[in-house]
Each structure stands twice: as C-alpha cells, then as structure tokens.
C-alpha cells in the first residue's frame, strides 16, 4: 500500500507566489490527506516555502532549506546532532 505522497520540486518552486502551483500543492495536500497519506514536499528551499506548506498542513518537506546533500557521514552527524538537541530542549 502506499502510504507518503510525494510533490515534485517543480510544482513548489514557485510558491507562494505564482498561485497555478501554489493551488496545485493546496490541492495535492488534500488529496494526499484525504487518501491517508503522508505528504511530501520536495525542492524546499526557501522559508516562505516551507511556512507556505506549513499554513496548508503539508506533513514535511526536503530540500536544501534544510540541508544540501551529505555524504552518509555528515548525515548520521546532522541527525544525531539534531536528535540531542531535540532532547534537551
């Protein structure tokens, strides 16, 4: 079964400006949700996206926004770093 609903980087790029795909991802997000899945955002890379995705209840988001590409190394650190943060606060 699926389960996560991904939304390509073309369709956030331009958010939340051009109202096309700012209206296409408001309804993807629904879709996705009303299917029961998780929904994705990908290509995420500036703040007025994510805070975009985030006032229309997009369940997470990747991109460079939140970090370039890692090798696995600087990945397991990031994540671990973060986790401890998390913790504490």
């Known amino acids: 079964p699926v389960q996560d609903m991904k939304i390509a980087r073309s369709c956030i790029n331009g958010m ?3 109202r096309t795909d ?3 991802v408001r309804a993807l997000v629904v879709l ?4 029961g899945m998780r929904v994705v955002a990908e290509g995420v890379e ?3 996206q994510r805070l975009a995705l985030a ?3 997009c369940d997470c988001f990747q991109g ?3 970090s370039p ?3 696995s190394a600087a990945f397991l650190e990031l994540v671990a ?3 401890s943060t998390t913790a504490a606060g």
Do not use: Q, V, Y
Not at 32 to 35: C, D, F, K, R
């Open 46 to 48: 500036r703040d007025e």
């Open 22 to 24: 700012s209206a296409i």
């Open 16 to 18: 939340p400006h051009d």
């Open 55 to 57: 006032a229309i209840d």
């Open 32 to 35: 996705g949700h009303s299917l």
């Open 81 to 83: 770093r973060r986790e």
């Open 64 to 66: 460079f926004f939140c």
């Open 69 to 71: 590409a890692l090798p």
